[in-house]
């Protein structure tokens, strides 16, 4: 188990080169959760009309996060078993995890979508890069600088293809901050996630206490507001793909894939999450890509394809 003393910089990246991956490790995990994070928007976009967006994202982390919580035992337990140091990481990754959505959400209002997204994830990659060399962890390398940042490039063309094509975006500053601060939250209890499972405790536990206290965190958004659409058959679904499927099941692989895989090279590649909301909305919602999106496609496969590929 890696040393604990308090010496150890708060944001070290999970060294991926010490540890020995298994049947589910690295890419694979990080790259399924992504796929069912693509399911979000669709899910979203059929929950009740006057649902709040804010409101619908964290029913879906109080969900998840409980489920998280209260299925594994080592999520539990966690906050009385780690040092005093990582009980404060475990707090830190939390607010991060409840400021997602509070940010997130009001972002897509004022921005659209569209630019929200690309924002919020594409930005997310750096802040997790800088945030992990400037708290003592290596240096960004050339390979993960050329994939991020082509990964980056494929994500803008592929989300703003109709916005380039000749329809106007809707983006005003505040929402733009508002989503960069999403992009911050992802990098920081990505990063906190990685870091307390290099210590060697359980990548479920982690997710499970981080996202547990979350959802506590996040229940006064439910409750100030109008929940009366969650307890609709439309809302409930929508609630329950949510926690369920985009929460509980995703950030179990998530953490598993942290356990094999830095937070740097984990948030790029959840980059393919807009990847297959597209999809998504080409096939089930009949909407059409223009060929911007579709060479943005290509370029963020291209640039997963470099970041997953082991050298030799």
Same mark, same amino acid.
């Given at each position: 188990?890696?040393?604990?003393?308090?010496?150890?910089?708060?944001?070290?990246?999970?060294?991926?080169?010490?540890?020995?991956?298994?049947?589910?490790?690295?890419? $694979?995990?990080?790259?399924?959760?992504?796929?069912?994070?693509?399911?979000?928007?669709?899910?979203?976009?059929?929950?009740?009309?006057?649902? +709040? /967006?804010?409101?619908? =994202?964290?029913? =879906? $982390?109080?969900?998840?996060?409980?489920?998280? !919580?209260?299925?594994? &035992?080592?999520?539990?337990?966690? +906050?009385?078993?780690?040092?005093?140091?990582? &009980?404060?990481?475990?707090?830190?990754?939390?607010? @991060?995890?409840?400021?997602?959505?509070?940010?997130?959400?009001?972002?897509?209002?004022?921005?659209?979508?569209?630019?929200?997204?690309?924002? /919020?994830?594409?930005?997310?990659?750096?802040?997790?890069?800088?945030?992990?060399?400037?708290?003592?962890?290596?240096?960004?390398?050339?390979?993960?600088?050329?994939?991020?940042s082509t990964a980056v490039l494929g994500c803008t063309l592929l989300v703003l293809g109709p916005q380039l094509g000749g329809a106007g975006a809707t983006m005003d500053l505040p929402?733009?901050? !508002?989503?960069?601060? @999403?992009?911050?939250?992802? @990098?920081?209890?990505?990063?906190?996630?990685?870091?307390?499972?290099?210590? =060697?405790?359980?990548?479920?536990?982690?997710?499970?206490a981080m996202f547990g206290a979350a959802a506590v965190l996040v229940l006064p958004v439910l409750l100030v507001g109008d929940a009366h659409w969650a307890v609709t058959p439309r =809302?409930?679904?929508?609630?329950?793909?949510?926690?369920?499927?985009?929460?509980?099941?995703?950030?179990?692989?998530?953490?598993?894939? $942290?356990?094999?895989?830095?937070?740097?090279? @984990?948030t790029t590649l959840t980059l393919a999450e807009p990847a297959v909301a597209a999809v998504l909305g080409v096939t089930p919602l009949g909407e059409r890509l223009p060929a911007a999106?579709?060479?943005?496609? /290509?370029?963020?496969?291209?640039?997963? /394809?470099?970041?997953?590929?082991?050298?030799?």
């Amino acid at each position: 188990m890696p040393n604990r003393t308090s010496s150890t910089p708060a944001f070290t990246p999970t060294p991926a080169a010490n540890r020995r991956p298994g049947t589910l490790a690295g890419p $694979l995990p990080l790259l399924a959760a992504a796929v069912l994070w693509g399911t979000t928007g669709t899910t979203g976009s059929l929950a009740p009309a006057g649902a +709040p /967006a804010a409101a619908v =994202g964290c029913a =879906g $982390l109080a969900l998840g996060g409980l489920l998280l !919580l209260l299925s594994d &035992r080592s999520a539990r337990s966690l +906050p009385r078993t780690c040092t005093p140091r990582e &009980r404060r990481l475990l707090v830190l990754g939390a607010l @991060a995890v409840a400021g997602y959505p509070v940010t997130f959400y009001p972002a897509v209002a004022r921005t659209g979508v569209a630019v929200a997204t690309v924002i /919020a994830l594409g930005s997310a990659p750096v802040f997790t890069g800088l945030l992990a060399w400037l708290t003592g962890g290596p240096r960004p390398t050339a390979r993960w600088a050329c994939a991020t940042s082509t990964a980056v490039l494929g994500c803008t063309l592929l989300v703003l293809g109709p916005q380039l094509g000749g329809a106007g975006a809707t983006m005003d500053l505040p929402g733009v901050l !508002l989503a960069a601060l @999403a992009g911050l939250s992802y @990098a920081v209890y990505s990063l906190v996630g990685g870091r307390l499972i290099a210590h =060697g405790h359980p990548s479920a536990g982690v997710m499970g206490a981080m996202f547990g206290a979350a959802a506590v965190l996040v229940l006064p958004v439910l409750l100030v507001g109008d929940a009366h659409w969650a307890v609709t058959p439309r =809302g409930a679904l929508v609630v329950l793909h949510l926690g369920v499927v985009t929460t509980f099941l995703a950030y179990r692989l998530f953490g598993r894939g $942290l356990r094999h895989t830095s937070a740097q090279t @984990a948030t790029t590649l959840t980059l393919a999450e807009p990847a297959v909301a597209a999809v998504l909305g080409v096939t089930p919602l009949g909407e059409r890509l223009p060929a911007a999106s579709w060479t943005g496609l /290509a370029v963020l496969t291209l640039a997963l /394809a470099l970041l997953t590929t082991r050298r030799r």
